[in-house]
């Protein structure tokens, strides 16, 4: 099984584990994706661990637009500009950096 | 995104065979707990080749399509340049007869007298380890679209040599994490995503608040509540995927401005069924049961399914089979449910039948201009066209769609017509596909599709791509771009008519 | 009696026996292999006039595999109405007893000969030149249609290259073989080389891919009518699962 910083993640790169969870490893799972993360990338992992915490799931891509355009202004508050940050998605690239479990099903 | 792209020739070229230019290993294999939560060995056990032959013995013995099947292909050719994951990736193996042919020589190695004493003569094989690697690898590159079935003068449906080779395959312990991780969240939490009721409870209030506020209506997204008369069922991704979710929006809209009250259900959060993917029977109706007892549960007189390809042909082919959801039984199991359900309408019925019903009725008003702004086409889910019917009329899984589009839309145009209604070429992620690790495989079998789309786009301007299934939404969303087309120009059918449909209650104001 | 004689009598009944027992078991083994699920393929038929007239489309015109390639249906469908034409054409030798004037006045039939070498002459170059079916043909698959040409061919060589053997003693001999009152067989080279094949294409019929023929049939893509929502379909071994769930929910009862 791999590892990041200790961490055990999956054959896609995601941890096992949600509370094994680190700020330094979304750094370097970020940096393996070649992105910087922004505090705009921040805002949106951050609020992926809120939701998480509360609802052992991740938030629908609508609900975290939604949160996002409050906490970042309307402008952003859309998927485009989600995807501009997470060109591999935010619900997928996104809850593997905040180390939440890959989002299944047809999505 | 924008990497890899893929030049598009102006007309469709059936390619020169490239031999095992897609050879590999296939996508991710499950996990032991992902395996044995569904029942089958978590790793592939030690007499797994006797396994193996004892059950597709039982299999053929169950399914006369799998013995037929294997007995009467002519090897006449019609199919092979009719997938469209050959027609993207060139390798001979995804030609739909050597697909079964990977099947069907074991088959014959095995069962057939030919095959035992003259292999060579009949192209029959062992089942060895290779073939094994090949059958994980080949049968993981069908989407069980059954396009090559309408095309073969035996009716041969490579789809169901594909649903038994992997029902082999898991029963030895092999089988694909994607789908039976999928199937075991299903099991537990009741829906592909593993979505919780408390996150789904808050989604659906976090959209009747969106919908408020857009509309000023109070469209409500009901849960749970007994005595409805609809119970809706829709696919998992429709709570949280874009553009799905839109399109839960356009039946929340749609239900609304019928008057026929409605309910979703936490238990059966559902519509998908992966069972169908992997062939297993057992799965496939346990994953029915959760609709059958939620509607039992709920005590509601109809059961509607929303836009999920692959559910509506389970909804509408095999629900009555599997759990007696339908009408005409004569047995008290599925009497005790069909008596509770009103024998006025079709059980069960898609959206697309609902919502056409009320159009047909002038129940529904448009302001079509709404959605001025595209012009749309329309894809034809592969399950949905070759697997199920719509309206009961001839040829209405067709007819109906586009009749709801076109009630919404002035500007609707479909594609070449050999990519559509029954000839549609699948969107390159259905069967069982959908996940990152096939990504290269999905990108290559959305060509057809993808050029067929381009053809549209440079002769008539199309910029809107409709789906009624989460499948192809999800892959569209994916692939679209690598193909140079906006990602976001796929959407629902009842985004379409959520973005055009007229809500009475603000006339009023 | 000849050695030969023997021999071809002895291969006829062989390979008759194995045509009608083995067609019978696999008729057999088909009808009583269940049918769990409704799988019809679009473009499917909502009642069982549909069906009928899919099947009329499918047999008589090959309907899918005009829409699938012009030219395999072309070869195809040629191959297969002149075989049926020529089998017609041969009633004639095996008719017992007084032979009906119709069997004499498709006598022209015997021009469908031409066709047939077409037919599968094109099936055997598409075998041959397109990559894609040499790649799913195996060395039975070419046997076949050379067995099936070199029938032809012998056959027109008799027929138009005035070779005839003597036609009372072909009669003579396939009257024996129904009456059980055998006699000897023409001995001429060409005619046991037309005949050899064709018994042995009849015996390998329930083994090969010659059982397409009664195959079609059985197809539940092609012959359930579409109507999954308005009668329950249900095998035997399926149902067996709905009593299981009602014994288990009754049994569940009983325990609360």
């Known amino acids: 099984m791999a590892e990041i910083l200790g961490a055990e993640v999956d054959e896609e790169g995601y941890l096992l584990k949600v509370s094994d969870w680190t700020p330094e490893i979304a750094e370097v799972m970020s940096d393996e994706d070649s992105i910087e993360l922004s505090p705009e990338h921040w805002e949106v992992i951050n609020f992926l661990q809120e939701y ?54 047809c999505v | 995104m924008q990497n890899n792209q893929i030049k598009l ?72 340049d ?59 590159q069908c989407s069980q679209c059954r396009r090559c079935a309408v095309f073969c003068p035996s009716g041969i449906d490579t789809s169901e040599i594909s649903m038994a080779a992997r029902e082999v395959m898991n029963v030895i312990g092999v089988g694909q994490k994607y789908t039976n991780q999928i199937l075991g969240k299903v099991k537990k939490i009741g829906n592909n995503l593993g979505m919780p009721e408390p996150a789904l409870r808050d989604t659906l209030l976090d959209l009747e ?36 979710i839109d399109g839960l929006i356009g039946y929340a809209k749609v239900f609304h401005e019928s008057g026929v009250s409605w309910t979703l259900s936490s238990y059966a959060s559902e519509a998908a069924n992966f069972g169908m993917f992997i062939g297993n029977y057992d799965v496939m109706r346990e994953g029915a049961l959760r609709i059958r007892k939620s509607a039992l549960d709920l005590n ?33 199991y599925a009497l005790k449910l069909q008596n509770q359900l009103d024998s006025n309408y079709p059980q069960p019925q898609h959206m697309i039948e609902f919502t056409y019903d009320l159009i047909q009725n002038n129940k529904l008003s448009f302001d079509k201009s709404k959605n001025n702004h595209r012009v749309v086409t329309f894809h034809d889910s592969c399950n949905v066209a070759r697997g199920s019917n719509m309206g009961d009329i001839k040829n209405g899984q067709f007819i109906l769609p586009r009749e709801v589009i076109r009630a919404a839309c002035n500007n609707f145009i479909d594609m070449h017509k050999d990519s559509i209604k029954s000839s549609t070429f699948c969107c390159g992620g259905g069967g069982g596909l959908l996940t990152d690790d096939l990504i290269d495989l999905r990108i290559k079998g959305a060509k057809p599709r993808m050029h067929a789309l381009k053809q549209s786009e440079q002769e008539s301007g199309v910029n809107t791509l409709a789906a009624i299934c989460a ?36 006339l009023d104001q | 009696m000849s050695p030969i004689s023997i021999f071809f009598i002895i291969f006829f009944y062989i390979a008759s026996l194995i045509f009608i027992l083995g067609v019978s078991y696999k008729l057999v083994q088909y009808w009583n292999t269940p049918v769990p699920l409704k799988i019809p393929i679009a473009p499917s038929s909502l009642d069982k006039k549909g069906v009928f007239l899919r099947f009329f489309r499918e047999i008589f015109l090959f309907s899918s595999l005009f829409k699938a390639s012009k030219w395999t249906w072309l070869f195809g469908w040629t191959f297969h109405l002149a075989l ?107 005619f046991l080389a037309h005949i050899f094949p064709v018994f042995c294409l009849i015996a390998i019929f329930p083994i090969s891919k010659l059982l397409h023929a009664p195959g079609i049939f059985f197809s539940p893509t092609l012959n359930q009518v579409d109507n999954a929502r308005k009668r329950r379909h249900i095998s035997d071994w399926a149902s067996k699962k709905d009593n299981d769930l009602k014994i288990e929910l009754e049994n569940n009862k009983k325990d609360d």
């Open chain 1, 52 to 105: 998480y915490k509360e609802y052992e799931f991740a938030p629908a891509v609508r609900v975290l637009t939604k949160a996002i355009a409050k906490k970042l202004g309307n402008d952003k508050g859309n998927s485009r500009y989600l995807y501009s940050l997470f060109p591999y998605g935010p619900a997928k690239q996104g809850c593997r950096f905040a180390g939440l479990p890959k989002p299944t099903g």
């Open chain 3, 84 to 190: 049926v034409l020529l089998f017609f054409r041969h009633l004639v030798y095996f008719w017992p007893g007084d032979v009906p004037l119709i069997l004499y006045k498709i006598e022209p039939f015997k021009y469908a000969a031409y066709p047939l070498v077409f037919g599968l002459t094109g099936l055997l170059g598409r075998r041959i030149f397109v990559d894609r079916i040499r790649y799913i043909s195996s060395p039975s698959d070419y046997l076949m249609l050379l067995a099936l040409i070199f029938i032809a061919l012998t056959g027109m060589f008799m027929t138009f290259g005035h070779n005839h053997p003597n036609l009372l003693m072909v009669k003579n001999f396939t009257e024996g073989l129904i009456t059980f009152q055998w006699s000897e067989l023409p001995g001429e080279i060409i």
């Open chain 2, 9 to 80: 020739p102006t007309y469709v070229e059936t390619p020169s065979i490239n031999k095992d230019s897609m050879a590999g290993e296939g996508p991710f294999k499950a996990t032991v707990e992902i395996q044995n939560n569904l029942g089958f060995p978590g790793e592939k056990v030690e007499n797994w080749h006797q396994v193996a032959i004892d059950k597709m013995s039982e299999t053929k013995s169950k399914y006369r399509s799998v013995q037929v099947f294997l007995d009467s292909c002519m090897k006449c050719g019609a199919c092979t």
């Open chain 2, 209 to 244: 608040e969106e919908i408020k506020y857009d509309t000023g209506v109070d469209v409500k997204l009901p849960i749970d509540i007994k005595n409805s008369e609809v119970l809706m069922v829709s696919p998992s991704a429709d709570f949280f995927a874009e553009p799905h």
């Open chain 2, 471 to 506: 499948i192809c939404k999800s892959q569209f969303s994916r692939v679209l771009a690598n193909y140079d087309f906006d990602p976001y120009m796929v959407v629902s059918v009842h985004q379409l008519v959520s973005d055009a449909i007229i809500l009475k209650e603000k």
């Open chain 2, 300 to 332: 509601v007189k109809r059961v509607i399914v929303g836009e999920c390809g692959h559910a509506w042909r389970v909804a509408y082919s095999f629900w009555n089979t599997l759990s007696g959801i339908g009408g005409g039984a004569e047995d008290d």
């Open chain 2, 82 to 140: 009719k997938c469209h994951y050959f027609l993207g990736t060139s390798d001979p193996k995804n030609m739909p007869v050597a697909r079964q042919d990977l099947f069907r020589s074991v088959y014959r190695r095995h069962f057939t007298f030919a095959g035992k004493y003259f292999p060579k003569l009949v192209g029959a094989k062992d089942l060895d380890e290779d073939m094994l690697d090949d059958w994980y690898n080949y049968f993981h």
